[in-house]
């Protein structure tokens, strides 16, 4: 080998971090002699979206009833809620989901999945997590 690499961690602040590559080349090797070559890179961490509401990942809520869905990522980031599946007669009937977040379940039994997407717009990413929805009769 010509060179040896070296990689170290320089700063680790909460959601960035910078690491630093250190190239050195053995004697001989490059121009000048024993030349030395560093670079770095900042890296921006983003927490993984998670469900704090409901804190299982799972509503089971009775018939006409309400709750919010409720992330990590709240105030951070845009979020979208969107209905995946549902079972039972008209999904309308068994539950909705508003643009909020709010679920609410209607008259009918059965089961839903809600997609709830964290957009992080300013890096090019989207986070989503399923949060199922279980209406049942009390």
């Known amino acids: 080998a010509y060179f040896a690499l070296l990689m170290t961690e320089i700063c680790s602040c909460a959601g960035q971090g910078v690491v630093r590559l250190t190239a050195k080349c053995r004697p001989g090797a490059c121009v000048p002699d024993q030349a030395t070559f560093t670079d ?15 804190a ?13 869905i409720v992330t990590n990522r709240d105030g951070i980031s845009r979020l979208s809620f969107q209905l995946l599946l549902t079972s039972g007669m008209d ?10 977040g709010e679920v609410q379940t209607g008259a009918v039994n059965g089961h839903a999945i ?6 992080e717009e300013d890096l090019g990413l989207n986070q989503s997590e399923q949060a199922p929805a279980s209406p049942e009769a009390a």
Request: hydrophobic residues 45%.
């Open 40 to 54: 770095q890179v900042q890296i921006q961490v983003i927490p993984p979206l998670k469900l704090l509401r409901p």
């Open 56 to 68: 299982n990942g799972h509503f089971l809520l009775p018939n006409n009833g309400r709750a919010r």
């Open 91 to 100: 999904k309308r009937d068994l539950v909705s989901i508003s643009p909020l």
């Open 114 to 119: 809600v997609m709830v997407t964290a957009h």
